[in-house]
């Protein structure tokens, strides 16, 4: 666990503003601050996440830690979110990022600034510190992005390799709409808070809808895809990743694009969790010292020799059996010279055999694990062995009497296949396979047949002929122990990560004109150390136990007699908290995947959210009902979204919305 520092260089203050926009709009700000009279540099945390509850434990970890050491550490909710004024609208939409841009101004122009700003975000606070970097406001002269995307189609929760992402397509949009139908609270937002909750709650649409709108890589996904033109990008920016997190590929592209002198990389064995908090996978780093050293260097023009160090720092694991939760992974630190690295070189591994038909069954995928790890106890893949038996499997030994086979980057895959339909996917699974058989997942991905020759187009296969299908696996830095096996599995389903295709006709797989290359790194003896993780004190929610059993975090349901395979998924958001002031705050997701071995076309999504907030002390007690779900036919998606609020026993909002949306490439 990290250590809790109390003593700090400079005692702090706190204290809640709101920041005029140019409309008149006001966001609400959480400022810490050190006490002193010189002015100092500001740090900017940027959400829609509600920075007087749902995020106040994460945010009291590290803004008064900031504080102490001489920053105005600041967090703000994104407008129409939390206690801001206006009303909600896409992900990262102009209307978000000139409002961080305007922040960022303001910031800089208080008395108590020196006039330098930084950013820094986990996820969404991610994604947007490298927008507004990209936007290039003056002041903003550094940025720590953690577990963020600069690619908003083909590396978020909506699509990969051009497919539909059945699993977090349909969970994140519900769980947006549900984040989005919350009340403001009136112990910070006043007496008004009612008719600002009635006005964004006629503002609320289902995202998802958009989101399956746009099923190739259009102008929408070009929006706030930094990748689209990195040299806009004026800020020094430490990228942060885990190789457990779905966005780690980020990493590595940062590094390799942006400038020497402005970017380093590191990427840990962690899941989506900023690597000091401790949670499953470790070990955990001092990522707040690691970042005030970013920060001392950029803003306050210290020579610590932060710019001195490797441009990538990453962990590789060693080989290690399957598991759903490791506290920590073996393995340990290197650290390469520039991205691509000097030390990587790309290996070749020919396929051999006949040729195979792949026609895997429709619930293949079940094992798959969680698209978005967490550090929960059922988040990452089981052993492999069950899928792997629904895949065509391509074996290479680690010879014993060497050493291990350790590699470091994106493997690809190049497959000649033959296709009995004009739609389908590829999906293809890199595991390490221990003597005792066992097959742990080391990477994977995928590739719509549509999406060969580009993602920003839908070209249907052609029947009955062999094409080639070439694409990158997600990044990973793993070593395959001596006398294992590297297996190379391809399947034609993988649900529910990714939605099927209306044809559940497979492929042929020809080994002949078929590989695998992996990054081979030469091993290099690496002198990477890390400080101890500590935070700040804890801010005192309380979490109290529940008198029922907590249902299982992940349940797979077999019926055999209907040939129907279910998930259900908890995500464990949070469950019931109460906070130091007064707030009880519950919430309660269920997410459901459905399939039926019959075909593609039974894949249907259903998601439950219930989210209460009272204020006994106020009399104030408000709940947010939502259920989404989605349903295909061959030519459409089907989506249907409900929201239901309360005040105590009255409803005071209820709507619905149905969409049929085709089917264009998904």
């Not at 399956?212 to 706030?224: E, I, M, P, V």
């Not at 699974?429 to 020759?453: E, K, Q, W």
């Not at 797979?556 to 002031?581: C, F, I, N, Q, S």
Request: contains cysteine; aromatic residues 10%.
């Amino acid at each position: 666990m990290p250590k809790i520092r109390t003593d700090f260089p400079y005692e702090t203050r706190r204290e809640d503003v709101r920041i005029p926009m140019a409309d008149g709009t006001l966001l609400y700000a959480r400022v810490w601050r050190p006490v002193t009279e010189e002015p100092v540099p500001a740090l900017l945390e940027y959400l829609p996440y509600r920075l007087t509850d749902w995020t106040a434990p994460r945010d009291q970890q590290r803004h008064p830690w900031y504080a102490g050491h001489g920053y105005a550490s600041v967090r703000v909710d994104v407008r129409g979110h939390g206690n801001s004024g206006g009303l909600p609208g896409d992900e990262y939409d102009a209307t978000e990022l000139a409002d961080g841009v305007a922040v960022v101004h303001w910031l800089a122009g208080q008395p108590w600034c020196t006039g330098r700003v930084g950013m820094f975000g986990i996820s969404w606070g991610g994604f947007n510190s490298l927008q507004i970097a990209a936007l290039a406001p003056e002041p903003l002269k550094a940025v720590v992005t953690v577990c963020s995307t600069d690619d908003r189609y083909d590396n978020d929760v909506h699509y990969m390799g051009g497919s539909v992402l059945g699993v977090d397509m349909h969970a994140w949009g519900a769980t947006v709409l549900a984040f989005a139908s919350r009340p403001p609270d009136p112990e910070y937002a006043g007496e008004e808070w009612r008719s600002m909750w009635l006005r964004r709650l006629e503002a609320v649409e289902p995202l998802v809808d958009t989101w399956l709108s746009h099923q190739t890589r259009d102008a929408y996904w070009r929006h706030g895809s930094v990748c689209e033109d990195y040299g806009a990008i004026g800020a020094a920016v430490l990228a942060v990743g885990g190789w457990h997190d779905p966005y780690r590929d980020t990493v590595l592209r940062l590094v390799e694009h942006l400038p020497a002198d402005r970017v380093r990389g590191i990427v840990g064995p962690w899941s989506h969790q900023y690597p000091d908090r401790g949670l499953p996978p470790g070990p955990a780093i001092g990522f707040l010292q690691e970042t005030l050293r970013w920060w001392d260097h950029h803003l306050k023009g210290a020579a610590n020799g932060v710019m001195d160090e490797p441009p990538l720092r990453s962990w590789i694991s060693d080989s290690h059996p399957p598991a759903t939760v490791y506290e920590e992974l073996p393995g340990r630190w290197v650290a390469d010279p520039a991205w691509p690295s000097p030390h990587v070189t790309p290996v070749t591994y020919g396929f051999q055999g006949s040729p195979v038909v792949v026609d895997s069954p429709q619930q293949t995928g079940i094992d798959a694990g969680r698209f978005f790890p967490f550090g929960n106890d059922a988040d990452l893949p089981p052993d492999q062995r069950e899928e792997d038996a629904h895949s065509a499997c391509f074996d290479f030994p680690v010879p014993e009497d060497g050493g291990p086979v350790e590699i470091l980057g994106r493997p690809s895959v190049h497959l000649s296949l033959r296709t009995a339909a004009p739609t389908g996917q590829v999906i293809a699974r890199l595991c390490d396979i221990a003597p005792d058989g066992s097959s742990t997942l080391v990477t994977r991905g995928a590739l719509n047949f549509s999406a060969r020759h580009g993602r920003d187009r839908a070209e249907p296969a052609l029947i009955g002929e062999t094409e080639d299908f070439a694409f990158e696996l997600n990044g990973i830095g793993h070593a395959f122990a001596p006398g294992h096996r590297v297996r190379l599995a391809v399947s034609s389903t993988y649900w529910p990560w990714i939605w099927p295709q209306p044809d559940a006709a497979g492929f042929t797989l020809d080994p002949a004109g078929s590989s695998l290359t992996l990054p081979v790194r030469r091993r290099t003896e690496d002198a990477v150390v890390w400080e101890e993780p500590e935070q700040a004190e804890p801010l005192g929610v309380v979490y109290p136990a529940s008198p029922e059993e907590r249902r299982p975090e992940r349940v797979v349901v077999r019926d055999v007699a209907k040939g129907e395979w279910r998930l259900e998924v908890d995500p464990k958001y949070g469950g019931t908290r109460v906070y130091p002031d007064g707030l009880e705050f519950t919430e309660d997701a269920l997410e459901t995947y459905t399939i039926e071995e019959s075909g593609p076309l039974t894949a249907r999504t259903r998601s439950d959210w219930t989210i209460r907030l009272r204020r006994p002390d106020r009399g104030w007690d408000v709940g947010v009902d939502t259920r989404s779900e989605i349903t295909c036919d061959a030519e459409a998606f089907h989506t249907w979204n409900e929201v239901v609020c309360r005040e105590g026993d009255e409803v005071v909002f209820r709507r619905t919305w149905e969409k049929r949306i085709p089917r264009t490439a998904g």
